[in-house]
C-alpha cells in the first residue's frame, strides 16, 4: 500500500520543487536543502561560534558576538514555536508620540494585554542633573518611568499602575540642560555662599532661555551604542540565569 503522506509530498515537489538557496537551481529531496554542486563550495564554521547568530568567535569564553551582545537576545519565538527552554524575551521600540500618534502607555498596554509579561524593562534616556553624570550614569528604579519628563515634555506614566505588571526603569543620562552646565561651572567659585544666596545668584544669571535649551556631546552616537551594549549584555545575562 502506498504511503499517502509519501505520495502528497512528492506531487508538491512536483509542482513546488525546493531550490537551493546558493544557485537557485532545482533540488530533488535526496539532496535534502543544497545541491551536490554547491556543496564543496561552502564553508563551514569551525570553533567556537554566537549562539544567537552563527558568527565565528575569536574568543571561545564568549557567548555572544560583538553585535549580537549589543542586542537584547529576544527569545519568545524561539521557546513558543520550536520549544526552546528559557525565558520568554520579547522586545519593543514604541517610538515618540511625533512619530506614531500614540502614547507609548498606550501601546506598551495593548501589547501587554496581548502577551502577558510578568515584568517589562523600559529603557529611556534622561537629563542628567550634572555634567559629571552625563553618559556615564545607569538609573534603575522599580516604580516606572515617566516619558519627557526630564525635559519638561511630560507624558503618560509607565508603571505597574497604568501597564498593570511591575515596571522596571532603566535610564541613561544622554542630555543636559544649559542651566545645568552654568551651575557646574559657577558652584566651584560660589562654594562660599550659603545656598539660599547661591540659588537668588543663579537665578538672576541664569535666563529663561537656557531653561529650556538641552545639549549633549559630540559623541553621542557612540555613547549610545556603547551604553546599548552594556545595557543588553546585563539584561542577557540575567535573562539566561547566568547571574
Known sequence: MRNDGNYADRIINLVYPRR?????????????????????KLRYIEGARCRKCGKRLTDETRIYCGDCERRVNVTRHLVRTYGKKGREVSALAPGVMAQTGMEAVEILRGTAEQTHPDVILAVDALAACSIHRLNCTIQLA??????????????????????????????????????????????????????????????????????????????????????????????????????
Open 20 to 40: 537551493c538557496p546558493v544557485c537557485d537551481e532545482p533540488v530533488s529531496a535526496a539532496d535534502n536543502l543544497i545541491c551536490e554542486e554547491c556543496r564543496p
Open 142 to 243: 522599580d516604580t516606572g518611568i515617566w516619558p519627557g519628563s526630564g525635559v519638561g515634555n511630560h507624558r503618560n506614566a509607565l508603571n505597574q499602575e497604568t501597564l498593570g505588571v511591575p515596571v522596571i526603569g532603566i535610564g541613561v543620562p544622554t542630555v543636559v540642560g544649559a542651566g545645568t552646565i552654568v551651575h557646574d561651572a559657577v558652584a566651584g567659585v560660589l562654594e562660599s555662599l550659603e545656598e539660599s544666596e547661591m540659588d537668588e545668584f543663579l537665578g538672576e544669571v541664569i535666563s529663561p532661555a537656557l531653561e529650556s535649551l538641552y545639549v549633549t556631546t559630540k559623541e553621542i552616537d557612540e555613547m549610545v551604542r556603547r551604553l546599548a551594549g552594556v545595557l543588553a549584555a546585563g539584561m542577557n545575562q540575567a535573562f539566561s540565569g547566568e547571574l
